[in-house]
């Protein structure tokens, strides 16, 4: 639970049907630190936390669960793209523009550019952080920039970003 998370975050991992006192593994490319061991209880139940891991896809990611006699699961977890909105979604050189994203890389800094895949130059002019769930909301002032469409790219730890074509007026 839940079974959609952002890279970086914790999530806790249950189930029951296992045997009792014997050890639980979960394993996974979303599982940070794969495989993590717990033991069952007496009743068969389990619980582990576990931090989604940058190595986990966009998308279903397939866990197995299973215990040393050899029962198994398989669940899912959902691990959403990183997005962006920005208001106003027009506007030319010093247009005040807000922008929020989902779906990154949780508790990570927000870097932002236009028209610079690298985010060489962030436009950021203080320091902007994911929430848990990958979260933010950030303000910066557009910069000098010729019509046409100019994209704006975000970026937040190693492995999201996120890309947004606007109008220039």
Known sequence: SPSKQVKGATVTVS???????KTVTVAGTAVKDS?????AATDGTFAVNITVSSAAATGANTLTITDTPGNSATITLSVPSAAITLTPASGGAGTAMKVSGTGFDSYKAVAIAVDDATVGSNLLTGPVITDNMGNFTASFTFPGHDTGFATV?????????????????
Request: charged letters at 5%; zero cysteines.
């Open 153 to 169: 790219f975000v970026k937040a730890g190693p492995t999201s970003s996120a890309t947004f074509a606007r109008q220039l007026l």
């Open 35 to 39: 495989p993590m061991t717990v033991s």
């Open 15 to 21: 189930g029951s049907g296992f045997a009792a006192g």
